[in-house]
């Protein structure tokens, strides 16, 4: 299969705040408590690490966690610990992830979403003493399938026409 490859226009540091907005708007929904449902701010964060690095870092991922804590009443840090792990791997790993199609990049993604739940999982235990059991990890399997929709819908405001208009600047 042959795709085009597209030349990327800068992306805009509104659009990049607005799609975090969106993702934690996503995670504030009712279906949050159920198991499964995707982490969207722990998705969104891991696509802006991987590809724009500079522009979205480990302090971004702090405060969402921060955010996502107050939201969950869960430990204080909790989140705000795993999400800056996430985004420390992700840019780690971004030169590496950028290389390959979106399904690809999904099973490079799908052990920094494990090794946050594992993360959030050791704190849990480590205060409750509780194993909410093995289907705990499906988020990450709901979260990293969604990925490729992710990346074609972050990625749409920056591509750039196929076929070139000269009246146009770019």
Known sequence: MNH???????VSPAFIATSLIGAFLLNLLPWGSWVGVP????????????????KIGIGVAFLMGLLMDVHDASLLGENALAYTLLSYFAIMIHRRVLWFSPLTQALHVLPLLLVMQAVQLVIQFMVSSKFPGWFYFIE?????ALWPIV?????????RAINRDETRPI
């Not at 990346?151 to 591509?159: D, E, G, N």
């Open 39 to 54: 982490d969207f701010v722990a998705l969104v964060l891991i696509f802006w690490s991987i590809h724009q690095p500079r």
């Open 140 to 144: 990450s399997l709901s979260t990293v």
């Open 151 to 159: 990346t074609w819908m972050l990625l749409a405001p920056q591509r």
């Open 4 to 10: 085009p490859h597209y030349i990327l226009l800068p």
